[in-house]
């Protein structure tokens, strides 16, 4: 991943955000409502368990990449970020205009298989839309990805995507590469790798820190405009152990178990859009400059 402007970008030739979509597409081959042993376009005998057979398949850039996140995402290293990047004081930019942002990232990847940015937002939001999904729900399918600007400000990508898990507590086995865990600091600490570690049974996942990325950024900008659906949906979407896995429901409260629905709902829309079309920006930015205008004032600060 490269970026036309000169903002410092981790120097990997392998575009690890496509990387990382294409892997968990291969981890979770269906959406989370359907049984995976019923449906396998590809190949009829596989079963669920080989689908779970991810380690031996994996490319050396992924492995990496999980590697870095795992051992770095620490209590003290969220706490850090959260609160360098409430700040807000980085940019001021309209929705449509934090998506162009965004579409500076370039891949290095193939650009005729491959969507940039502002296409997998765009493709999201118009498969949502086709479906005559509530309008706030088209909305957050078009920003769901926006927190990725953060690679433009110059983080890591192992600060920025992968799925993400709580922070505080012990790390569940069920999240991808459990064995990375190893050389994080906080898995030795006895102050955090207990069942609750810092939280309290039914805190609600409100209170409990995931790891930092680009989920919980565009959320924290959101916040204030969208729905409280909307914004499980953007604070949530890449905590594949709770949405995916089942994991960590001793945290949850009783709207978080509500809310899981929507997050799953909305998941099938982010990974399995089934449509070949490629959008195009320029047809369709006077439909989404409405919408923005609906729920967001002109400028935020990001
Ligand atoms: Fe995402
Ligand atoms: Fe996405």
Redesign the pocket.
């Known amino acids: 991943m490269n970026t036309h402007s000169d903002a410092p970008s981790e120097n990997d030739s392998h575009d690890i955000m496509e990387e990382w979509d294409e892997f968990v597409k291969k981890r979770y081959p269906t959406p989370a409502n359907q049984d995976p042993t019923d449906f396998n376009p590809t190949d009829p005998e596989k079963k669920e368990s080989e689908f779970r057979d991810y380690e031996k398949e994996v490319r050396p850039s992924v492995r990496r990449f999980y590697e870095e996140n795992h051992i770095h995402q620490t209590y003290d290293f969220v706490m850090g970020k959260k609160k360098e990047f409430t700040a807000f004081n980085r940019r001021e930019m309209g929705i449509w205009e934090a998506a162009e942002y965004l579409n500076t990232l370039v891949d290095d990847s193939d650009p005729d298989t491959d969507l940039s940015q502002l296409q ?1 937002l765009l493709q ?1 939001s118009e498969e949502i839309r086709n479906a005559g999904r509530p309008r706030w729900m088209i909305l957050s399918g078009f920003i ?2 926006l927190g990725k600007v953060l690679c433009l400000y110059g983080e890591p990508q192992w600060a920025v995507v992968g799925d993400t898990f709580p922070v505080g507590c012990a790390f569940s086995d069920k999240i991808v590469f459990p064995e990375f865990f190893d050389k994080n600091p906080d898995f030795r600490n006895p102050a955090l790798n207990t069942r609750l570690g810092v939280y309290e049974e039914g805190c609600g996942l409100d209170k409990v820190h995931l790891s930092w990325g680009h989920d919980e950024y565009v959320y924290q900008i959101a916040k204030p405009y969208l729905p409280m659906e909307g914004l499980y949906m953007l604070r949530y979407h890449s905590f594949y152990p709770w949405h995916r896995e089942g994991e960590y429901d001793h945290l949850c409260n009783e709207t978080d178990r509500k809310m899981l629905k929507w997050v799953q709902d909305f998941n099938k829309y ?1 990974l399995y859009t089934k449509s070949h079309e490629v959008p195009d920006p320029v047809a369709l930015k006077p439909y989404y400059e409405d919408l923005i205008a609906e729920f967001f004032p002109d400028k935020l600060k990001w």
Do not use: L
Request: aromatic share 0%.
């Open positions: 997998h999201t769901h990805d982010d």
